[in-house]
């Protein structure tokens, strides 16, 4: 799924904290809810290893604010990949609903459905090799996470809650745009929770 050359592909992606970002106490990681939409410019992306947040420990300060602003952007590769998929299929769908607990990403009004598509670090996919902690600054890592997966689980509930049919979609799980067509076809076809 996530081959070695995935790295620079999944950049914009791995680093999906919008949701994370709120709750940053840390002043140099403060967000700035500005600009930039996801992307980074095409030299920071091939020189950092955004795989590797310890990394981010090594750049400037300022540096490392870009990074953290520019990684909280909607649109991200797996989200793209994800709305193609549904196109495909003939699905229709809004995003980003303001509406709904936790703004979600897709929302397929007239089927009840929401698909979530999750970055694997920051929403912490189980199991998956993405989801490490970095070594440096454990604590604050942990916290961080705990407060994402939290929040996450609690934006779930109160859609099913509101009888909404929920599908996570994880980060590593659009690189295959049949896989994830097929996947999704049939979970829209299936009367799965
Ligand atoms: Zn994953």
Known sequence: ???PGAALRFFSVTCDSRRAMPEVSDGELQPDRGSLHGRLPATLTRSIDHRNPAHMDTVPPDQRS???RA?????TAPELAVRRALRRLGVGYRLHVAALPGRPDIVMQGRRCIIEVRGCFWHRHPGCRFAYVPQSRREFWEDKFAKTVARDSRNDAGLQARGWRVLTVW????SNANVLQQRLSRWLDSKAE
Request: overall charge positive; glycine content about 14%.
């Open 1 to 3: 799924m996530c081959g």
């Open 66 to 68: 870009r990074m953290m």
């Open 71 to 75: 990684i909280k952007g909607k649109n």
């Open 171 to 174: 980060e590593c799980e659009t």
